[in-house]
Nanobody
């Protein structure tokens, strides 16, 4: 079963930038929505940004104007560019995608998670 593989993340000072990338582990018939979630210690995982198959992005209010989500349908990748990072952005970030192995089937896939740490 095709899964998602993340790269990027790391540690940065407040005001800095990081880029997260995510790709499928193999070929797939199609991909519906893709996105990024995050989970801070002791808190629930929640969505940060999503992007439809036609490229329409959506963001939570706290990251609007700072984060940019994009996707490459030919390469089956999604990228989250994070600028002006704040300490409250510190979390484990997870890539998400609704994968379609065939025209009529779909399933939810998650990346392994990558740590983003922003120091004050």
């Amino acid at each position: 079963q095709v899964q998602l593989v993340e790269s990027g993340g790391g540690s940065v000072q407040a005001g800095g930038s990081l880029k997260l990338s995510c790709a499928t582990s193999g070929s797939i018939f199609g991909i519906n929505v893709m996105g990024w979630y995050r989970q801070a210690p002791g808190k629930q995982r929640y969505v940060v940004a999503t992007i439809t198959s036609s490229g329409v992005p959506n963001y939570i209010d706290s990251v609007k104007g700072r984060f940019t989500i994009s996707r490459d349908n030919a390469k089956n990748t999604v990228v989250l560019q994070m600028n002006s990072l704040k300490p409250e952005d510190t979390a484990v970030y997870y890539c998400y995608a609704q994968l379609r192995p065939s025209y009529s089937r779909q399933y939810d896939a998650w990346g392994q998670g990558t740590q983003v740490t922003v120091s004050a």
